[in-house]
């Protein structure tokens, strides 16, 4: 689960983190109000699950309470992403002498967490990667010590801070470890991190990823935010409900499997001939014809597709299930697309003949039927 910047910081500031005073706003008016009490030059930011806000002119500065309500006005009409802004955070404008970032995530090679730092932030943590990666500090922190006060303070070091900023910086590294722990944490950032000219340190933005699957542990937190968990688009949360795992990527085949397994080598099996997926959709165990008919409705919705490929493997899932699923789909006009499939398993000659039938051709192997549907999406360029 992704917090708003917003919810992000008042964790930090119940952990001890310094951050920039200011507040929520939901209309210009209230935004007007924030940045009186703030009484000084304000920055305006656009509250939304997705970074570099900043460059699409989400992130605006104002030197009086007016001109921040207009601000407010303009981005709180704003789409970002795709995601409708619905609140900005007016909060104190900072004199920048350095952007620092922070950071702390899961490295699954590593099977640790991993501090990240860098005396170069403001950009994106990948753009620094890709740009300068000399720049970026790493230290895993081992999982039975946790992140020791000199490892903080080494980290500091080595980004170039030196006397009192070196136990300031390490502070926010040792909050942030104190907030992975506490709140079951996959990825937090803070970036900037900004070193104002007058020597303060303030988080200036937050990013704060919760794991999905320890949110039981948190209702507190979740009740206390007043908001659904996810921000799930239709067909994200479509799939939610019927309980089948669905993530969309920037392709355009749509993989519709049963089982995560067989759905991610359905992936790389299109990825080998040269194609793109648009989506992982996982019809989950089971799967009858119902569940195949909504899996297809569902993959349809997203108009990045241009080609199905439904690849099953019959074990409890009965391929004749399977095929009255896809005749149903069919029958309905939810097909607007090619649709290539392979199922072999439990009743798979009894699937064949139905689909035979119906003039539906299916392929034998995993490997015909994705360079099948890449022919197709290709012919159809
Ligand atoms: P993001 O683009 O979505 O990551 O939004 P950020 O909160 O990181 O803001 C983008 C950029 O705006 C930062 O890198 C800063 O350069 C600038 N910025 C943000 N807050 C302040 C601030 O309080 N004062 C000043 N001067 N610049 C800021
Ligand atoms: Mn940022």
């Not at 940045?35 to 030059?41: F, I, L, M, S, T």
């Not at 944490?185 to 794991?211: C, Q, S």
């Not at 409900?241 to 355009?252: H, P, R, T, W």
């Not at 493997?313 to 699923?325: F, K, L, P, Q, S």
Request: glycine letters at 10%; proline letters at 4%.
């Amino acid at each position: 689960m992704k917090l708003f910047e917003h919810e992000a910081k008042d964790i930090f500031r119940a952990f001890g983190m310094p951050t920039p005073p200011g507040g929520v706003a939901r209309t210009p008016e209230e935004a007007k109000k924030q940045a009186a009490e703030v009484g000084k030059p304000v920055v305006v930011k656009a509250q939304v699950l997705a970074g570099k806000r900043g460059k699409v002119g989400g992130v605006k500065f104002a030197d009086t309470p007016e001109e921040a309500a207009r601000h407010a006005e303009e981005i709180l009409k704003m789409k970002i992403n795709d995601l409708p802004v619905e609140a900005v955070l007016i909060e104190e404008k900072l004199d920048i002498q350095q952007e620092i970032y922070a950071g702390i995530t899961v490295d699954r090679n590593e099977r640790k967490y991993v501090v990240i730092g860098s005396g170069a932030g403001g950009m994106s943590i990948e753009e620094l990667a890709e740009e300068s990666p000399e720049k970026i500090i790493k230290h895993h922190i081992d999982p039975d010590f946790g992140l020791q006060p000199f490892e903080a303070r080494d980290m500091a070091i080595a980004m170039g801070f030196s006397g009192k900023s070196i136990n300031k910086l390490a502070g926010f590294f040792l909050k942030l470890w104190q907030i992975v722990k506490a709140r079951d944490v996959e990825l937090t950032e803070i970036n900037p991190l900004i070193l104002t000219k007058d020597g303060r340190f303030l988080a200036a933005d937050a990013r704060l990823n919760i794991d999905d699957n320890a949110l039981y542990r948190h209702k507190k937190l979740i009740e206390s935010l007043k908001r659904e968990p996810m921000e799930l688009n239709e067909r994200e949360r479509a799939a939610t409900q019927e309980g089948m795992a669905y993530v969309e990527l920037d392709g355009n085949i749509a993989c519709i499997c049963n089982g995560a397994g067989l759905t991610m080598a359905t992936l790389d099996a299109v990825s080998l001939y040269g194609g793109k997926a648009s989506t992982f959709l996982d019809l989950g165990g089971g799967a009858n014809a119902e569940r195949v008919e909504k899996g297809i409705e569902i993959a349809m919705k997203y108009d990045k597709v241009k080609a199905i490929l439904v690849n099953i493997m019959g074990g409890i899932t009965r391929c004749d299930e399977v095929a009255n699923g896809i005749l149903a789909a069919k029958k309905d006009g939810d097909i607007r697309a090619p649709l290539v499939i392979r199922m072999v398993g439990t009743n798979e000659e009894e699937g064949q003949e139905i689909l035979a039938k119906a003039g539906i051709p299916f392929l034998k192997t995993m490997e015909e039927a994705a360079q099948k549907v890449v022919n197709l999406v290709k012919e159809g360029a």
